[in-house]
């Protein structure tokens, strides 16, 4: 596959890129957003990914926190909804068809990964998302979801099904195989992020 930069702007689809970072970290026991990488925070890298890929990166989380990043923040409109919430308002605050949604803690996450799910909106059809299947199953932490799944968006809150397996799987995804987990593997805990610091 081309590199990101090797798409014209006719060739990529036109797509809002969001980064959840408005989770508590309470297992984690201090903001993995702001956990550094080559001396870069977390969500700023998953940020670059996303918007070398999609083209945009707005994060979602506490401006107060992550405004200095040099994205745009926005604040989860509903808190204590995990990435439910995240995917709330990012569909909310988006006036592109197509968004794609990413959680700040998958180190993992390459500019080639995201564009691979990008590159196959014109294959979606009346799919509602676009979401990645590796070995685990189907990764909805990285994915693309459309504006016209807000409504079911909103319906899963109202009824508390708040797993975003749930959601993904109830719109019907266009599901792309053949990716690794460990793309998608989060840090959550102090073990797991220093397996993760003892890998690179």
């Not at 926005?74 to 569909?91: F, H, M, N, Q, S």
Request: proline share 6%; aromatic share 4%.
């Amino acid at each position: 596959m081309r590199g990101a930069s090797e798409y014209s702007d006719a060739e990529r689809p036109r797509v809002t890129g969001f980064v959840l970072a408005g989770g508590q970290s309470t297992r984690m026991g201090r903001d993995k957003a702001l956990l550094e990488i080559d001396g870069q925070p977390l969500v700023a890298r998953i940020a670059l990914v996303v918007e070398e890929a999609a083209g945009s990166a707005v994060i979602i989380g506490d401006p107060g926190r992550y405004g200095s990043l040099g994205f745009r923040v926005i604040p989860d409109r509903i808190g204590g909804l995990g990435p439910l919430g995240g995917l709330l308002t990012a569909l909310e605050n988006t006036r592109a068809a197509w968004n794609l949604v990413a959680a700040c803690d998958m180190p993992g996450l390459t500019v080639s990964v995201v564009l691979r799910l990008v590159l196959a909106i014109p294959t979606a059809g009346q799919a509602q998302c676009i979401v990645p299947v590796s070995e685990q199953g189907i990764e909805p932490l990285c994915a693309l979801y459309h504006r016209d799944c807000l409504a079911a968006v909103r319906r899963a809150i109202t009824g508390k099904h708040l797993k975003m397996k749930d959601l993904a799987a109830a719109l019907t995804p266009l599901q792309i195989a053949g990716f690794e987990a460990s793309v998608f593997d989060n840090v959550n805990r102090p073990a797991e992020w220093s397996t993760y610091k003892g890998s690179t």
